[in-house]
């Protein structure tokens, strides 16, 4: 409406009658987005001309975000072999997750899924934690997050976790002590003296000129006795014939002088021939036994005292091998022998008794033998669900980590490093990797599948 002041004559001089010509900012929008529509439908159309030229295997992968695992790259042609459902894309952006699109009986028709502890509170599924098409070439090593999940605040069917093992997040600053050293210094429960000091003293000049019997065996290391497995994971168990034999032999002694040549000889070959050591359940019954009969072969072969016997001293008998006949004489001298030898190798303090804790009293042992404690060593100080590999620290000298060993003295020292060992490299300073995964197994492995599975090549094998 027009003011008193105005004159509708002046009109058009303060009226603009072309501003409708100025851009405003919705339309300048308004124009930009048509042109960005017409943009894209033109390169939709071109790709929808293009794309179906070069190929179906290259059609495939424009869509895939990067190349399956390396275990699974049979499949990475055959999308069907795991998506075995079409059209899942609306549901996976409904949910907003995309690990709807493989079903977990996809993945257990190859693979078992073992469980993982029997108090967890919920089993994820299988695409959840492994995630495929991420170039990477190990499936199994899953990132912290997946852990950490529920070990930050860990929680069971019966409760909260114990605290020593409920707050998780980083094996830098917020794991627990490995389980040997919760309670305090664990303590080797086995049946058996050992003195790693002394072993590992024995190396040196001098220590070869004050034994030497055992030059040729020294200087000993810790690699001298603890041998890798097939794997290089964990250490070999520790036995006499492979370890110890060299070093300490169970010598039968031989009381006596020879003046054949030929007999002297065979003396010295029975001095140097360690008695056998028992093996698993059995006892010191099988030294004496061994023995006799080495004994008696010895005074044989000799002619010792070999009178020979009276003819009704021994009757034969029926379907059995005659034996030759021996005299009392010979019987005599060979347990005379025997009586000695088992004085030297269950008496003496070089004898078993070096290694091994007897159960029986000396006065007191049954048939004249000792009983020995079972040994009971340790075949693994950590549990099935915790990984590591020696051949992965082959630049590290043994005693670098295990530095207790050198003065260790007592069979129930324990020299498993604690955690503060492994983070000097295990750690974001350290480089090393660090991650759940490296020493830990999720999965069971006493409960996964074991050889003969349902499959044949076929069934794995894409028809191109």
Not at 362 to 369: A, I, K, T, W
Request: net charge positive; aromatic share 6%.
């Amino acid at each position: 409406m027009l003011s008193s002041q105005q004159d509708p004559k002046d009109l058009p001089h303060w009226l603009r009658l072309d501003y409708y010509r100025d851009p405003r900012p919705l339309g300048r929008w308004q124009r930009r987005t048509a042109r960005v529509a017409w943009v894209a439908g033109a390169v939709l159309c071109a790709a929808l001309l293009v794309l179906p030229s070069i190929g179906p295997r290259r059609l495939r992968s424009v869509y895939q975000s990067a190349p399956v695992s390396t275990a699974h790259a049979a499949f990475n042609d055959d999308c069907g072999r795991c998506h075995t459902e079409a059209g899942q894309t609306a549901g996976r952006l409904w949910h907003g997750d995309d690990f709807r699109s493989v079903k977990d009986a996809v993945c257990v028709s190859c693979h078992d899924r073992p469980p993982h502890q029997a108090g967890q509170t919920h089993t994820p599924a299988c695409a959840t934690c492994h995630d495929e098409h991420q170039g990477r070439t190990d499936l199994a090593r899953v990132a912290d997050g997946h852990c950490t999940t529920c070990h930050a605040d860990l929680k069971t069917n019966e409760g909260p976790a114990a605290p020593e093992r409920r707050h998780v997040s980083a094996f830098a600053d917020k794991h627990p002590e490995c389980r040997l050293w919760r309670g305090g210094p664990p303590e080797d429960k086995a049946q058996l003296r050992f003195n790693h000091k002394v072993h590992l003293l024995l190396n040196g000049e001098d220590k070869k000129r004050a034994l030497p019997a055992l030059a040729r065996w020294l200087p000993l290391e810790c690699v001298s006795c603890h041998k890798p497995d097939a794997a290089g994971r964990a250490m070999q168990p520790i036995s006499y014939p492979a370890h110890c034999q060299n070093c300490h032999p169970l010598a039968a002694p031989l009381q006596g002088e020879w003046a054949d040549p030929a007999v002297s000889q065979a003396a010295e070959r029975f001095r140097t021939t360690p008695a056998p050591h028992p093996g698993h359940d059995q006892t010191s019954a099988v030294v004496r036994d061994a023995l006799r009969g080495r004994y008696l072969d010895f005074s044989r072969a000799a002619g010792v005292l070999n009178a020979p016997a009276a003819e009704d001293a021994a009757r034969d008998i029926p379907g059995a091998r005659r034996g030759e006949p021996m005299s009392e004489q010979t019987l005599g001298w060979a347990n005379r022998q025997l009586r000695e030898a088992e004085r030297v190798l269950f008496d003496h303090g070089g004898g078993c008794a070096l290694c091994h804790v007897e159960r029986s009293r000396p006065e007191q042992r049954p048939n004249g033998l000792p009983e020995y404690e079972p040994t009971r060593l340790p075949a693994r100080w950590f549990d099935d669900f915790s990984r590591f590999s020696h051949r992965s620290h082959p630049m590290l000298g043994c005693v670098a980590c295990h530095a207790d060993a050198p003065e260790s003295e007592r069979t129930a020292d324990v020299l498993i490093p604690k955690l503060d060992t492994c983070r000097n490299c295990h750690s974001p300073q350290g480089g090393a990797r660090h991650d759940c995964a490296a020493c830990h197994l999720y999965h069971d492995p006493k409960k996964g599948r074991g050889l003969n599975g349902l499959l044949k090549i076929d069934d794995l094998h894409h028809q191109r």
